[in-house]
């Protein structure tokens, strides 16, 4: 999975259209191979002996991409930022430090590893279509889908902040691009600039909390603040650190990390169910006689399993029958296709969070991630078939360690009180979450390497389209779900500083990895389409800067109205350009 892909093949794949023995073709040609993904989709689709099953493949790969971006979320959103939230506030972190560092890197997971998953196979122009393509539909049809719905007045401060740091992002990436190098300095610089954005960030913070503080000591000087005054955050502050997939309301119940809930397995497992058991069993005065010592040991036993059980199934169901019950038909349908993705996740991801029952403690659940997930981090990380002095299989070893750790916590730990270092696991949750979210970002590239084959598609329209309206979606449902709620700040904001987040640290992250291993510059692609997305981007920014000042900061449903036609002109225009019409 984590293996580096470097090869410029002199027949490439896309040519696939013009040869007639198609299976031959992607068998003897490797860069139809060139993707990460588990499964060879062009095999798939080209090799089967009964031809009129390709559309069918077609399809089927349509709906199982669905499924893929479905996963990718849940992933992202259920399970790697509570652990997140736990690991911040273990290492001492501030909110404000934790808000634009850890807890941003897991709002933008999705976003960061799609563009690792694309740089590492050599498709650096997927990746700038994507996160421009995105930034393209934050800007626009997320804020102004806001604005049209619930105009509000936009805070100044922290709207020019985003907006200028995203400006200057936007040129320094289309300016690395034009040149069609990226260095490894340039990486460098990608991070350095999120950086000095954070700065900027926690220092605004520190001095408005500051000035609020001598505010209110004036108006009344016997007040005393708290200490900790200075971490509060604004909803116009707060949209830039959490990500529209915080807030949990109709359809974004199945999107954001609230979507999949557990119950309190306390409410559904009576606590006294045992003792009803045994003094029921006393009262016939079994309890004189070895028998009926053992048969009482025998029922304690049974009604532990029991529940244990119990406990198990209800940390495993993605939703309680009340929550389904409040469910609107989408929500449902979105929450069922996620269903099957979160039962897979939370056999091998830990959950540690202070929003569920117990911090999310399940020690039949936790007993069994134990003993069984470093084996799959063996093996999904490329080392399974290694061999230590000859003999010992290291997937064999890393099992009995895990499983001996698995029997120690399960003898010495409750099933009804977490322990006390219960919290280290959300490193192991940090660790199992950033495999998985790279083996799904890897098989959605897999996916649309075979779209673009398939229907002779640019890497970077594929970008635009699918793999930014996939990673847009979750945010396109809870911001409009905000805004209906009375809050259109929060939303609004995150418009901006999450995709300004992911494509500093989606870009820079991921060209560090790729030039660090190469020890070279990366060559890109800078086509019309990269031009087109960049000047759109821009545009789309600098109408909002223009905008708002002369109407006052007052976002309302002109803004919108603005923002709709700049993203249907740019669409047009980017599908021309792709049909070489343009």
């Known amino acids: 999975m984590l293996k580096l892909i470097r090869f410029t093949p002199e027949v490439e794949c896309r040519s696939l259209s013009e040869e007639d023995d198609k299976c031959f073709f992607i068998q003897h040609t490797e860069d139809c191979s060139n993707a990460e993904g ?27 991409i669905f499924f893929l971006f479905s996963g990718l979320a849940t992933a992202a959103n259920s399970l790697f930022c509570p652990a997140l939230q736990i690991m911040a506030e273990k290492m001492k972190m501030s909110d404000n430090v934790a808000g634009v560092t850890l807890l941003a890197l897991g709002n933008g997971a999705p976003d960061i590893f799609s563009s690792l998953a694309g740089i590492r196979q050599g498709r650096a122009e997927l ?3 994507e996160l421009f393509g995105a930034g393209i539909f934050c800007t626009t049809i997320i804020a102004g889908s806001i604005s049209f719905i619930k105009p509000f007045a936009v805070m100044q401060r922290p709207f020019l902040r985003d907006c200028v740091f995203y400006l200057a992002a936007v040129y320094f ?6 040149h069609r190098y990226v260095h490894l300095g340039h990486a460098i610089g990608f991070i350095a600039l999120y950086v000095v954005y954070v700065l900027v960030v926690i220092a605004g913070r520190l001095l408005n909390s500051r000035m609020n503080r001598n505010s209110r000591n004036i108006q009344n000087p016997t007040e005393i ?3 900790n005054s200075s971490e509060t955050l604004d909803d116009s502050e707060a949209g830039i650190i959490n990500t529209p997939n915080d807030d949990s309301n109709d359809i974004s119940d199945s999107l954001n990390q609230d979507s999949l809930l557990v119950n309190d397995t306390q409410e559904l497992i009576p606590q006294s169910s045992t003792n009803q058991v045994t003094s029921g069993i006393e009262s016939d005065d079994l309890s004189n ?26 940390n495993l169901q993605p939703f309680s029958i009340q929550e389904w019950v409040e469910m609107k038909w989408y929500s449902r349908a979105l929450a069922l296709v996620e269903a099957p993705f979160y039962i897979i996740l939370r056999l091998s991801i830990p959950l540690v969070s202070k929003e569920h029952p117990r911090q999310g403690w399940c020690r039949s659940l936790s007993c069994l991630q134990l003993a069984l997930t470093p084996t799959w981090i063996v093996w999904a990380i490329g080392y399974g078939d290694v061999v230590i002095a000859k003999f010992l299989p290291l997937p064999l070893m890393i099992f009995v360690i895990g499983l001996s750790l698995g029997l120690f916590l399960a003898i010495f730990s409750s099933r ?3 322990p006390k270092i219960y919290w280290i696991f959300s490193f192991l949750a940090f660790v199992v979450s950033v495999i998985w979210i790279d083996l799904i970002a890897n098989e959605i590239m897999a996916v649309l390497f075979t779209f673009g084959v398939v229907f002779q598609l640019s890497d970077a329209i594929l ?3 699918i793999l930014a309206w996939g990673n847009s979606v979750g945010d396109f449902a809870a911001d409009v779900s905000m805004a209906k709620q009375n809050m259109p700040r929060m939303g609004f904001s995150a418009c901006f500083g999450a995709p300004l987040l992911n494509t500093l640290l989606g870009l820079g992250i991921s060209f560090c990895i790729v030039c660090s291993q190469l020890g070279e510059s990366i060559p890109v692609a800078f086509t019309r389409l990269s031009l087109i997305m960049s000047v759109f981007l821009g545009l789309s920014l600098v109408t909002v800067l223009i905008y708002l000042p002369i109407n006052g900061f007052q976002a309302n449903k002109w803004l919108g109205i603005v923002q709709f036609s700049v993203y249907l002109i740019f669409v047009i225009i980017a599908l021309l350009a792709e049909a070489d019409v343009l």
């Open 127 to 129: 990746a700038f279509g």
């Open 416 to 418: 009804k009180t977490e």
């Open 225 to 227: 603040l708290p200490d």
């Open 463 to 465: 970008g635009l389209t």
């Open 289 to 314: 006689n070895d028998s009926g010592v053992h048969v009482l040991q025998t029922v304690s036993v049974w009604s532990n399993i029991k529940e244990e059980l119990i406990d198990l199934k209800t």
């Open 38 to 64: 588990l499964i060879n989709y062009l095999s798939f689709l080209y090799c089967n002996s009964d031809a009129s099953l390709f559309t069918g493949g077609v399809v089927l790969l349509s709906v199982w």
């Open 173 to 178: 990436v289309f300016w690395v691009f034009y």
